[in-house]
């Protein structure tokens, strides 16, 4: 685990994940609604999380239960696949990434978990 996004505080990511929503007229509620989903970390859980120096990826690994329906997650994302991305902490990070970008694009927290929670 060499990348830099690993070692970086998850605070500092989850406010750069709720700036790019909030920039496309979405909240921060729909935000931690999406990350509590594929996580399974509680809210309050998580409001204390963005206040301790936890490294991104102690954030991901430690997280009480990866969403099923993650395995879904297709598609690019910071030009990479998906699908093609073999250390399995960066698939989560980039599926977290896919969630809020698809929210940030417009799509509706219900419409995003529906799409991902059927078997496909």
Not at 12 to 23: C, E, F, T
Not at 70 to 75: H, T
Not at 91 to 108: F, Q
Request: proline fraction near 4%.
């Amino acid at each position: 685990m060499s990348d830099k996004i690993f070692t970086m505080e998850f605070r500092k990511i989850y406010d750069l994940l709720v700036k790019k929503a909030v920039r496309k007229m979405r909240t921060p509620e729909e935000v931690n609604e999406l990350i509590c989903w594929i996580t399974g970390y509680l809210p309050s859980d998580l409001n204390k999380l963005t206040e301790e120096p936890i490294t991104y990826a102690d954030f991901i690994l430690n997280a009480p239960h990866w969403n099923d329906g993650s395995k879904n997650i297709k598609g690019k994302i910071c030009g990479v696949r998906i699908e093609t991305i073999e250390d399995p902490t960066m698939w989560k990070i980039r599926c977290l990434d896919k969630i809020i970008d698809e929210l940030a694009k417009g799509k509706r927290v219900d419409q995003i978990i529906g799409k991902y929670e059927k078997d496909e």
